[in-house]
């Protein structure tokens, strides 16, 4: 009685209410980090605020609002906006085919109001709360059952079909992991998980000779032998690993990054600005924003284990493991452990559509936090 006396009590929280049980903690280390990026991009402009530094600052000032003002709706509202939320950023990125602008050699975005928009990073949260809300009060057996499990993987494959024409096969990778994680989390059998595997890897030859481009393939083979054109293809990554061993132990010092400062580092204010930080600040210093990271990673993870509702708890580990795919890729990538995909640094990389993006995924996360004691019922569509 005195949970449900409790639950009853979140649902008429004030705004004011909310607010006070917010995790302001994690709000602090996701400003931390944020604020550790337009340092960065304070420094590889050359200590100068323009063009990326006082840009990026003012984007996370608005992602902040947009984290605040998503974490004060219930969650249940969230639940009802879910098949809506995915069916826009689906339009979007038909959008993005029909009328894209291109850019960087890849037709990625579209301009709304001015701001260029770029849906890929909108999808990959949509697709977070579309499959929460289908994977909502399903038992395990009714997961890895045929027709549930297939309208769950074309939830998953439409939009990753879209991206990957753009071509953008870093955010389709991490698409494709956001929405397969949910999957396992939900309960889907091994069954079902052991031939997909297997049914992955032989299509790998049929990717490489079909589906990949001339470029895409080429990033593979720089991969795998980068000094084999060290100043061609093999340029971005070469130099990244010099700005990332040249760094040390304790780096070079504030304002002092060569490779950056010289334009020897490609990117260096978006995909690679992770080695900026490794080149000026060392080994430390990158531990310490991995160590951020870190914690960042487990109160979502906190947060998932406190919600009662399995689309609560489902949502808050979708969006944490959509943040730990960022970042996985992106380390992994500028240190050379896989080929180089147009993967930003989340918080870090200058980029106002991911950190909009991340940031309203951080928002949904607080708002499970805050309605962590509601209750949905197994067959519910939101509001109750």
Wanted: glycine share 10%; aromatic share 10%.
């Amino acid at each position: 009685m005195a949970l449900r006396a409790y639950a009853a009590a979140k649902r008429t929280l004030s705004v004011v209410d909310k607010l006070q049980e917010m995790n302001w903690g994690l709000v602090l280390l996701i400003t931390l980090v944020a604020g550790a990026g337009v340092v960065m991009l304070y420094s590889v402009a050359g200590g100068q605020m323009q063009p990326w530094a006082l840009s990026q600052l003012l984007k996370f000032l608005m992602g902040l609002f947009v984290l605040v003002a998503v974490a004060t709706i219930d969650i249940r509202i969230w639940m009802s906006l879910a098949y809506p939320a995915y069916g826009v950023a689906l339009l979007l990125l038909v959008a993005v085919v029909a009328m894209g602008h291109v850019g960087m050699g890849a037709q990625r975005w579209v301009s709304l109001g001015g701001f260029d928009l770029q849906p890929s990073e909108l999808m990959k949260i949509s697709l977070v709360l579309a499959l929460a809300r289908f994977l909502h009060g399903k038992s395990v057996e009714d997961v890895s059952k045929p027709l549930n499990l297939m309208l769950a993987l074309s939830m998953i494959a439409v939009p990753a079909i879209f991206v990957v024409l753009q071509p953008n096969l870093g955010t389709t990778l991490i698409i494709v992991a956001d929405g397969c994680a949910l999957l396992f989390l939900a309960g889907l059998s091994w069954w079902w998980i052991g031939p997909a595997l297997g049914a992955v890897a032989a299509a790998i030859p049929l990717t490489w000779e079909f589906l990949l481009h001339d470029y895409q393939r080429h990033r593979v083979e720089t991969f795998l032998d980068p000094g084999s054109d060290a100043l061609g293809k093999g340029w971005n990554i070469t130099q990244a690993k010099i700005a990332i061993g040249s760094g040390g132990l304790t780096g070079k010092g504030f304002l002092e990054g060569t490779q950056s400062r010289l334009n020897f580092l490609p990117e260096k204010q978006t995909d690679f600005i992770w080695t900026a930080i490794c080149e000026e600040f060392g080994f430390v210093g990158a531990l310490a924003i991995l160590i951020l990271f870190g914690m960042i990673l487990f109160y979502g993870l906190q947060t998932a284990m406190s919600a009662r509702s399995q689309f609560a708890r489902l949502l808050a580990m979708g969006v944490t493991l959509n943040f730990f795919f960022y970042i996985m890729i992106n380390g992994a990538m500028v240190m050379g452990l896989i080929p180089v995909v147009g993967i930003p640094m989340p918080l870090l990389s200058y980029g106002g559509s991911a950190m909009l993006t991340v940031m309203f995924g951080f928002g949904l996360l607080m708002s499970v936090h805050i309605h962590r004691q509601v209750e949905i019922p197994r067959h519910s569509g939101g509001i109750i």
